[in-house]
């Protein structure tokens, strides 16, 4: 069994987790604090990803990055970069599926933090970097672990825009949800099987770390003392 | 050292409108809940922005809108302690002590912390997160955090509300201590004239968001000037009232009442006020009032008795009496006597 698509489909999911982690944060934060008004229009945007059909996303993606359009075109010209059908292309893909979920989690957990903890440090003399980074943060953590894992196990098994941004090129870009439909598809049954039973265990892995987490949050209770 | 502040805000249909000045004192500011105590405070500390005004603390100007000077809250120099602490949840008691301290360097913040904590009894506690503490534990670490910030006032915000009552006998002498030996400006913010009358000589009362001249707690007590002021002072019952025919006379048309009063009449009085506790059941005497007893409700020690004096009128309210349970006998009718040093001459 050659094991490149669980090398490749994790790598992928790692390298977008991490870009998402700080974009869905920074994101989440700045909406957090703005007006009413752009706030809904920025919403709406940030979250449309979550329930568009990937395919539609892996479109519009091929729009923007395939080597005539707009993006992919400047690409090529200026690094002689090809931005569609190599490995990392599907990062682009996975990245722009996932941010919704990080994004909205962090948003919650941004939320429902307590103000008056920022208030009262500013009272305190601290700046607002520090705040966000020794108060805000740490008492959102819960929340945004679960965002960032969940967000890990929805890039794992990315398939319609993947498929569409990256193609299938065994031992390039093929990944696990490539693999397995392309195994089926080609009537190697017993090898997409093998494949969906690894696929089912990192799954399980991931939601059981999720539901412990939020176990954690909740039995360690956001502030019990209230 | 002393606060001067004269703020206005707007929010909504509500309008904060206040004014007064503080020395180097334990300076109440009596209202009722939503009068715009805790905005006031939140004007000072620099967490909300005032439309129009001047904030003067110390000769520095923390805040004024003609000459477009707001100095943000990490400037201020206001310690101010949140009537739920706002401790930080993720840092234990020590962490939040030296939270304070940041504009310390790191050995001089230790010794500070230690400091402190010697000084609130906080040695135990240190290690702690805030829910592991007591509630007075919690106010004490957050008064050592702001103490450690070096406050150039410290602003309390309800400081008993979220803590039981037998706790807050102790440590409201603790409080009371301490913030005299911090020897800076502090405001007190309570609804409880009790709490205020213990703690501090002088008041600004706010109403509806308005504030009254800074006056005497004492003086207060003897005097309020106003209903509203009556009622924030304790004060349970109020009536219309008219001049009586001879000076010295008040009439009382809702109870049917011509009352002797100490007060000399003034222009603008509309009401009287009289203490419950001032009543008192009495065989003769002056201002006699006979009535009929409505209900009795004892309380712990006392027993509050709701009287209707004869020749009331169906409307008119009824007359509340407090007196310690023994000398309280079960009857149907008695006549009570209404001191009349104790009646208050009231405006609206």
């Known amino acids: 069994m050659d094991w490149y698509p669980l090398y490749n489909s994790l790598r992928i999911a790692a390298i977008s987790t991490a870009l998402i982690f700080f974009l869905g944060i920074l994101a989440a934060y700045y909406v957090a604090k703005t007006p009413r008004l752009v706030k809904g229009v920025l919403d709406v945007l940030f979250t449309l990803p979550l329930v568009l059909p990937p395919t539609v996303v892996g479109y519009l993606l091929l729009r923007l990055l395939g080597p005539k359009r707009i993006i992919g075109a400047w690409a090529l010209e200026h690094f002689g970069l090809r931005l569609t059908m190599t490995w990392w292309s599907a990062i682009f893909a996975t990245t722009v599926v996932i941010f919704p979920l990080m994004y909205r989690t962090a948003r919650g957990a941004f939320e429902s933090f307590d103000e008056t903890l920022a208030q009262a440090a500013r009272t305190l003399g601290r700046s607002n970097t520090w705040i966000f980074w020794r108060i805000r943060m740490p008492c959102c953590k819960q929340g945004i672990l679960a965002g960032t894992v969940l967000a890990f196990a929805r890039a794992l098994g990315e398939y319609g825009a993947t498929s569409m941004v990256a193609g299938y090129t065994p031992g390039r870009t093929a990944t696990i949800s490539t693999t397995v439909y392309q195994l089926w598809r080609t009537d190697n049954d017993a090898l997409a099987f093998r494949w969906v039973l690894v696929n089912l265990a990192i799954s399980a892995v991931v939601l059981l770390a999720v539901n412990m987490l939020e176990r954690r949050e909740k039995k360690g209770g956001k502030r019990p003392w209230r | ?348």
């Open chain 2, 1 to 348: 050292m002393a606060l001067s502040v004269e703020v206005e805000k707007r929010l909504g249909s509500f309008s904060l409108q206040v004014q007064f000045q503080a020395e180097t004192e334990v300076l109440a500011l009596l209202g009722a809940s939503g009068c715009g105590k805790s905005m006031t405070l939140k004007c000072i500390a620099g967490i909300e922005r005032p439309d129009r005004g001047r904030i003067v603390l110390d000769g520095r100007v923390l805040f004024d809108s003609e000459k477009r000077i707001v100095l943000p809250p990490q400037k201020r120099r206001v310690g101010y302690l949140f009537q739920q602490y706002a401790l930080f949840p993720n840092m234990t008691a020590e962490q939040n002590i030296a939270a304070g301290a940041g504009s310390l360097e790191k050995s001089r913040r230790k010794q500070k912390v230690t400091e402190l904590a010697a000084m609130l009894h906080l040695e135990d506690a240190l290690k702690k997160r805030p829910h592991q503490l007591s509630g007075g534990q919690q106010q004490r670490v957050a008064l050592a955090r702001i103490l450690a910030s070096e406050p150039a006032v410290i602003l309390l915000d309800e400081p008993f509300s979220a803590l039981d009552s037998y706790l807050k006998y102790q440590l409201e002498l603790e409080l009371s201590d301490l913030l005299r030996s911090f020897g800076g400006t502090a405001l007190w913010v309570s609804h409880d004239r009790g709490e205020v009358f213990r703690n501090c000589r002088r008041v600004c009362l706010l109403e509806n968001g308005r504030s009254a001249p800074v006056r005497e707690m004492a003086q207060l007590m003897a005097d309020p000037g106003t209903v509203s002021a009556a009622r924030l002072s304790g004060c349970k019952n109020f009536a219309p009232v008219l001049p009586g025919p001879e000076s010295g006379t008040v009439e009382v048309p809702c109870w049917g009442l011509r009352l002797r009063c100490a007060a000399p009449w003034r222009q603008g009085v509309t009401a009287m006020g009289i203490r419950a506790n001032t009543i008192r059941p009495a065989g003769e005497g002056e201002n006699l009032v006979p009535c009929r007893v409505e209900r009795v409700v004892e309380d712990v020690f006392t027993v509050i008795v709701l009287l209707r004096p004869e020749g009331s009128r169906p409307d008119a309210p009824l007359l509340r009496m407090e007196l310690p349970k023994e000398q309280w006998q079960k009857q149907d009718a008695l006549a009570v006597s209404l001191p009349p040093e104790q009646i208050l001459l009231l405006e609206p």
